[in-house]
């Protein structure tokens, strides 16, 4: 596996192995040794499966309580995905770095606890899996606003995202609750 560098230092894509013959293709979605070498230690107690449409945008979200650290991929379509570093002592603190992941390139993301997290699909439909560090605590989940103007996020916008009511409801940064 090889470690592909973000616009911040915490998050990055991962390209797996991909082992192809006219038969189609295998690879190494996860091997603990391999991600322990790249830096990521977690033990991953929950995998999330979504699908979603063309526009749809989900996120920004992350657990005050309970944060989730996330290894994304996409088996099918593609989305534009999202992480911002909403830890105040950080030096990265409010930027985010941007990935493309694909079903095509097999590319996945590491979202460490700590950030908020969230994608944009670009295809007809995309097929997303995450493996998450924590569970899943509803009294904990927070919703970061997706076009707060301080965060800048440059999604590759066409037409007005489909959203949830939470996520049409996140707050801006200046307003959020935080990690310290």
Request: hydrophobic letters at 40%; aromatic letters at 12%.
């Given at each position: 596996?090889?470690k592909i560098?973000?616009?911040?230092?915490?998050?990055?894509?991962?390209?797996?192995?991909?082992?192809?013959?006219?038969?189609?293709?295998?690879?190494e979605s996860?091997n603990?040794?391999?991600?322990?070498?790249?830096?990521i230690?977690?033990?991953?107690?929950?995998?999330n499966?979504?699908?979603?449409?063309?526009?749809?945008?989900?996120?920004?979200?992350?657990?005050?309580?309970?944060?989730?650290?996330k290894?994304?991929?996409?088996?099918?379509?593609?989305?534009?995905d999202?992480?911002?570093?909403?830890?105040r002592?950080?030096?990265?603190?409010?930027?985010?770095?941007?990935?493309?992941?694909?079903?095509?390139?097999?590319?996945?993301?590491?979202?460490p606890p700590?950030?908020?997290?969230?994608?944009?699909?670009?295809?007809?439909?995309?097929?997303?899996?995450?493996?998450?560090?924590?569970?899943?605590?509803?009294?904990?989940?927070?919703?970061?606003?997706?076009?707060?103007?301080?965060?800048?996020?440059?999604?590759?916008?066409?037409?007005?995202?489909?959203?949830?009511?939470?996520?049409?409801?996140?707050?801006?940064?200046?307003?959020?609750?935080?990690?310290?």
């Amino acid at each position: 596996m090889e470690k592909i560098a973000t616009a911040m230092p915490d998050v990055f894509m991962i390209a797996p192995k991909v082992f192809g013959d006219d038969r189609g293709f295998f690879l190494e979605s996860y091997n603990r040794k391999s991600m322990a070498a790249l830096g990521i230690e977690h033990e991953f107690v929950q995998d999330n499966h979504s699908r979603s449409s063309r526009g749809v945008l989900r996120g920004l979200h992350y657990q005050i309580k309970q944060p989730q650290g996330k290894l994304v991929r996409v088996v099918s379509g593609e989305i534009f995905d999202v992480a911002v570093d909403i830890r105040r002592s950080s030096p990265t603190f409010g930027q985010w770095a941007g990935m493309a992941l694909s079903a095509e390139n097999k590319r996945m993301a590491w979202v460490p606890p700590g950030f908020a997290h969230g994608f944009y699909v670009v295809s007809d439909t995309a097929e997303v899996l995450y493996k998450a560090s924590d569970y899943y605590a509803p009294e904990h989940e927070r919703s970061l606003l997706w076009n707060d103007p301080a965060l800048n996020i440059e999604w590759p916008l066409a037409g007005e995202p489909l959203l949830s009511d939470k996520d049409r409801n996140g707050l801006p940064l200046a307003a959020a609750e935080v990690y310290a």
